[in-house]
């Protein structure tokens, strides 16, 4: 089957060291035809990198050209909307990272918008592509703990200033509700809403303990779900002296614990299950997904419908903190 | 000083397991003068042990005893107010495990008619005289972890119809609400408010995942505090394949991790603190200072003012589980 010629907007970290890796493993099936960023040193070093791919400094320009029918958005998130709203106006399947957009009002416009075209949009959501994860929906469908519970996710860690991430001036000084926890925290959300259905209430607090790298950069999520496993979710950024990233699922006859791409399965009377799960963190299956739904007319797994719930989860946990109230989800 | 006359009333697993060691090395302190157990064979057995001390049946019969100034109530939940509220009466000083009372309109009771005496009561809730914790907020006091800002405690384990503590009919079946998770939930509360003081709202789920041990045997409760530690709090007794007691305390510029008696200070431009803390789990400390309060006039530590506000929380996260909401303590 044809290449699908796709053009990068945003040559930033997300396009450079999270995208590029996958699609040289993809070759078969990208072929990346025009770059684009407004800042010119960025296009065109990475256009060196990959062998001069012409560059443009306005992404409506790389929107008119006819050897792009794909784009890959990986600009700052509240630019997400405009630039996907153009480019599906423009005819281009949309391949955005996540979150969808910056706020519940332009997630819900590109939701109508994408709908009513025959275009592909896929919102780069990695965590429902990431083997782990899957791994583990497959072993609770199989009864492996028998009927799961709760779901405990703590990541605990530190981003200073120096982090590349929390040196860019877009997260430092957000135009989006939420900052680091509703940009980190949405990966965790699509995880647990993969896992475990729709959530029907959460409730949250906050809190900004280093303002620098934006606020909040704190918050302990307790929510329940549809399918009666309720949880917490803690995602602490500024934690001096502790590190963790580990969720714990229970069942009624074992618990999955995942750590980074290790799950292990335990209960007390069976030998431990212990998995490493090789995955790349599951951007070459959402690329190869992405292909799959221009190529082959599948329905992609992360729909901006998906994207959008996402999205509901981070700002009705915001709202709850605000308000200290429990804030329930209607679906 | 004279030794304080001391009748145990009630000979089971708190009495036999959790108290006499203690005693037995208070002997200066603490004379054991009688005992009382309903069922003839348990007050017969521990009065051998101790070297045929004389034993009843009816605790209205060691009240009237001129040979006991004292008593050490360790009963079944709900007959801790009848009995503290008798033993009041009859001008003994009492010493009654935790919590307080099976509800909070007994606790107020027996909180005014002791505040009315010049007796000594003492709710033997030992997290509040564990040296781990004690040890915990004096580290925060000298700043070594900056400001606090948050407090994590999961107690994960299984506890089956072989424990001893689930063996015991009245918890099998409890006449107070909470069942496991306020009995055992209460020491982990009573340890938070002395650490970050009073919580000013609550918000949990409950669950029942094997009902044989008692309804409800897990909780997740979100707590805020006056000091402006938040946190949460997970007690879940029926985890199968997963064991953990962990309470992770962090503030601005370090961490403290507290497993058992170990206690970790961390940060990230310092080496670790390790601290293995000798501990009874806090027996010895709570009757010396029972001690104290009857002989040297002290005021205890542990009074039934602080076992109504353990209760008070336990009783708002009951509430919060059925309401899904979030619930206010007001002081």
Same mark, same amino acid.
């Given at each position: 089957m044809k290449k699908v010629k796709l053009g990068i907007i945003g040559c930033g970290i997300a396009a450079r060291e999270l995208h590029l890796p996958a699609l040289r493993k993809l070759q078969d099936k990208f072929e990346i035809t025009m770059l684009c960023n407004h800042t010119e040193q960025k296009a065109r070093d990475l256009s060196e990198q990959l062998g001069r791919v012409p560059y443009v400094l306005d992404y409506r320009e790389l929107l008119e050209s006819s050897e792009v029918e794909a784009v890959d958005i990986a600009l700052p998130i509240h630019l997400n909307f405009k630039v996907a709203k153009d480019s599906l106006l423009k005819g281009k399947h949309v391949f955005v990272? @996540? /979150? $969808?957009?910056?706020n519940l009002r332009e997630a819900r416009k590109i939701l109508s918008q994408s709908e009513a075209s025959d275009l592909v949009m896929l919102v780069a959501e990695n965590f429902r592509y990431r083997k782990v994860y899957l791994r583990a929906k497959e072993l609770m469908k199989k009864g492996k703990i028998g009927k799961p519970y709760a779901a405990m996710w703590d990541l605990f860690n530190q981003v200073t200033l120096n982090s590349k991430y929390a040196k860019t001036k877009w997260r430092q000084? /957000? @135009?989006?509700?939420?900052?680091f926890v509703s940009d980190g925290g949405v990966h965790n959300v699509a995880a647990l809403r993969m896992l475990f259905g729709e959530f029907t209430s959460v409730k949250a607090f906050t809190k900004s303990i280093n303002p620098k790298i934006g606020s909040p950069d704190t918050m302990s999520l307790q929510f329940r779900s549809q399918s009666g496993v309720d949880g917490v979710f803690n995602i602490f950024y500024? $934690?001096?002296g502790y590190w963790e990233n580990r969720l714990l699922i229970f069942g009624s006859r074992g618990s999955i614990i995942i750590q980074e791409n290790k799950l292990m399965l335990k209960n007390n009377s069976e030998d431990d299950y212990i998995e490493e799960v090789e995955d790349d963190n599951g951007y070459i299956a959402e690329f190869t997904d992405f292909y799959n739904g221009i190529r082959k007319k599948k329905k992609v797994l992360s729909t901006p419908h998906e994207g959008l719930k996402d999205l509901e989860v981070i700002i009705a946990a915001l709202k709850s903190a605000e308000s200290n109230r429990s804030v329930s989800l209607t679906h």
């Open positions: 990272e @996540k /979150p $969808v957009t910056a000084h /957000p @135009k989006y509700p939420g900052a500024s $934690v001096d």
